[in-house]
């Protein structure tokens, strides 16, 4: 069984920065494609960043520049989150995708994690 558990939440004023871990364990593969994505009230779940086993990175528009992914093989993931603003105050997700699929298509995603809150505050 697989299980992915985030970590690093929280609350920040808008500018601030905030790393979000994934760990995951199980068995896991280092061929995953990992990824994080957010969902704020009332909006639909949306690709934040995701990561190719052979490290390619996709991020959304509204985040480039500013964060960034990383991976330690199949154990983790990472997004360093920079310059943040009120709009990205949302519940992020790790997930993963045993069978690999589009980056962005949240029902590529077989595996997910429970969420961690992240708010932005003015």
């Known amino acids: 069984q697989v299980q992915l558990v985030e970590s690093g939440g929280g609350l920040v004023q808008a500018g601030g920065s905030l790393r979000l871990s994934c760990a995951a364990s199980?068995?896991?593969?280092?061929?995953?494609?990992m990824g994080w994505f957010r969902q704020a009230p009332g909006k639909q779940r949306e690709l934040v960043a995701a990561?190719?086993?052979?490290?390619?990175a996709t991020y959304a528009d509204s985040v480039k520049g500013r964060f960034t992914i990383s991976r330690d093989g199949a154990r983790a993931v990472y997004l360093q989150m920079n310059s943040l603003e009120l709009e990205d105050t949302a519940v992020y997700y790790c997930?993963?995708?045993?069978?690999?699929?589009?980056?962005?298509?949240?029902?590529?995603?077989?595996?997910w994690g429970q969420g961690t809150q992240v708010t932005v505050s003015s």
């Open positions: 990561m190719t086993r052979g490290g390619s």
């Open positions: 199980g068995r896991t593969s280092n061929n995953w494609l």
């Open positions: 997930a993963a995708a045993s069978l690999g699929g589009r980056v962005s298509n949240v029902h590529d995603y077989d595996y």
